[in-house]
T-cell receptor, first 114, second 110 residues
Framework: NAGVTQTPKFQVLKTGQSMTLQCAQDMNHEYMSWYRQDPGMGLRLIHYSVGAGITDQGEVPNGYNVSRSTTEDFPLRLLSAAPSQTSVYFC?????????????FGPGTRLTVL | AQRVTQPEKLLSVFKGAPVELKCNYSYSGSPELFWYVQYSRQRLQLLLRHISRESIKGFTADLNKGETSFHLKKPFAQEEDSAMYYCALRLGGRREKLTFGTGTRLTIIP
């Protein structure tokens, strides 16, 4: 199993550009999430999904869109990039089964918005 | 709203000395607490969960509901323990959402 994969690893955008960060998992997990990691602020939840066709907002959703058309994929779209969105983005998935649920993280995408 | 506080951004400890990374939380219900670790150039991974009451890589963490704390401890630090550590809280029954603390960067001095 590849686990959770993310592409690209690095990206530089200009203010106003749009792009999609890709996330895929091959563990048949129900739950998928997007976090951003900023110095001194830890990881903050952007959007999450409890299954195909179902998404919801996290703590910092503004400026981002998500969709979940399949169990495997959970792309994150930046509609109009802003310098405040410069961050490292992590995708995570979990099975949602049982009380010992563990989130598995992808390797991250480092995004710079100029 | 739930909150996780890690008061130390940076912590340096000599090899062989005890380590304690502090984590406090605020939540009125029954939380699930976790410690995640991120080693250099590796992805974030689960280290401990309070439900399991396990010891991983010599680390333990006890949930103290009275003090609303979940401190991570290790009696003898090793150089490979140098990493970023995050305490996280999941609300009972809402497994897909984790609230993370701001993290503590642990450096073990040889």
């Amino acid at each position: 199993n590849a686990g959770v994969t993310q592409t690209p690893k690095f990206q530089v955008l200009k203010t106003g550009q749009s792009m999609t960060l890709q996330c895929a998992q091959d563990m048949n997990h129900e739950y998928m999430s997007w976090y951003r990691q900023d110095p001194g602020m830890g990881l903050r939840l952007i959007h999450y999904s409890v299954g195909a066709g179902i998404t919801d907002q996290g703590e910092v959703p503004n400026g981002y869109n998500v969709s979940r058309s399949t169990t495997e994929d959970f792309p994150l779209r930046l509609l109009s990039a802003a310098p405040s969105q410069t961050s490292v983005y992590f995708c995570a998935s979990s099975s949602g089964a049982g009380g010992l649920n563990e989130q598995f993280f992808g390797p991250g995408t480092r995004l710079t918005v100029l | 709203a739930q909150r996780v506080t890690q008061p130390e951004k940076l912590l340096s400890v000599f090899k062989g000395a005890p380590v304690e990374l502090k984590c406090n939380y605020s939540y009125s219900g029954s939380p699930e607490l976790f410690w995640y670790v991120q080693y250099s150039r590796q992805r974030l991974q689960l280290l401990l969960r309070h439900i399991s009451r396990e010891s991983i890589k010599g680390f333990t963490a006890d949930l103290n509901k009275g003090e609303t704390s979940f401190h991570l401890k290790k009696p003898f630090a090793q150089e490979e323990d140098s990493a970023m550590y995050y305490c996280a809280l999941r609300l009972g029954g809402r497994r897909e959402k984790l609230t993370f603390g701001t993290g503590t960067r642990l450096t073990i001095i040889p």
